[in-house]
């Protein structure tokens, strides 16, 4: 696609269950990164894919997240027994592989309240 | 652990004022530097970068931004702003040969018209 696509772009879950995000980088970009964005803050780094590799996980903030990317492409973060805390606004950019030269391209984001 | 500092989280300017944004990083070594901007309801977006040769970049919409490597600064200008440029801006630094730019907090800009 032209874009970095994320879904869903907004999603309400209840304190304990599970979610799934999902992003769907421009065609050709191997590098993939999460993001969190909360109120105030900046963005903070959770995970970065090479290919579908994931050299860097010292982002993620606890066990409870996860993330995978199949074929070089998708990917999905997986949050599992949401807390209110994880409410924020999670981000996923794509970039070549050359650092990011050509700058990184960001999704719209998933907006995720936990309630 | 590398940091991006921004100093100013909130600004808020008249049209035709003249905008400066600092932004300050702690890693020594080569770094790659860049500003995003997020516009109220949209993505973030690249505005300029920095990765090498003349230390004054132009990016879109008029930006420019100058990398002083003695003060471990990237500030981003802008000469006259107008109501449009209202937005949330974003530097991110990210060591040479390092693939994840680490993001400051961000300055919110209002424009008044």
């Known amino acids: 696609g032209a874009g970095v696509s994320q879904s869903p772009s907004n999603k309400v879950t209840e304190k304990g269950k599970d979610v799934e995000l999902r992003c769907d980088p421009i065609?050709?970009?191997?590098?993939l990164y999460w993001y969190r964005q909360s109120l105030g803050q900046g963005l903070e780094f959770l995970i970065y894919?090479?290919?579908?590799?994931?050299?860097?996980k010292s982002g993620l903030p606890s066990d409870r997240f996860s993330a995978e990317r199949t074929g070089g492409s998708v990917s999905t973060l997986t949050i599992q027994r949401t807390q209110q805390e994880d409410s924020a606004v999670y981000l996923c950019?794509?970039?070549?592989?050359?650092?990011?030269?050509?700058?990184?391209?960001f999704g719209s984001g998933t907006r995720l309240t936990v309630v | 652990a590398q940091s991006v500092s921004q100093h100013n989280h909130h600004v808020i300017l008249s049209e035709a004022a003249s905008l400066e944004l600092g932004c300050n990083y702690s890693?020594?070594?080569?770094?790659?530097l860049f500003w995003y901007v997020q516009y109220p309801g949209q993505h973030l977006q690249l505005l300029l970068k920095?990765?090498?040769?003349?230390?004054l970049v132009k990016g879109i919409k008029g930006f420019e931004a100058e990398f002083i490597k003695s003060k471990f600064s990237f500030n981003l200008r802008k000469p006259s702003v107008q109501w449009s440029d209202t937005a949330e801006y974003f530097c991110?630094?990210?060591?040479?040969?390092?693939?994840?730019?680490?993001f400051g907090r961000g300055t919110s800009l209002i424009v008044h018209p």
């Open positions: 890693y020594g070594g080569t770094v790659n």
């Open positions: 065609s050709g970009h191997t590098a």
């Open positions: 991110a630094v990210s060591p040479g040969g390092s693939y994840i730019p680490t």
């Open positions: 894919f090479q290919g579908n590799s994931a050299p860097d």
């Open positions: 950019a794509s970039s070549t592989l050359f650092r990011g030269e050509g700058g990184y391209t």
């Open positions: 920095y990765f090498s040769g003349d230390p």
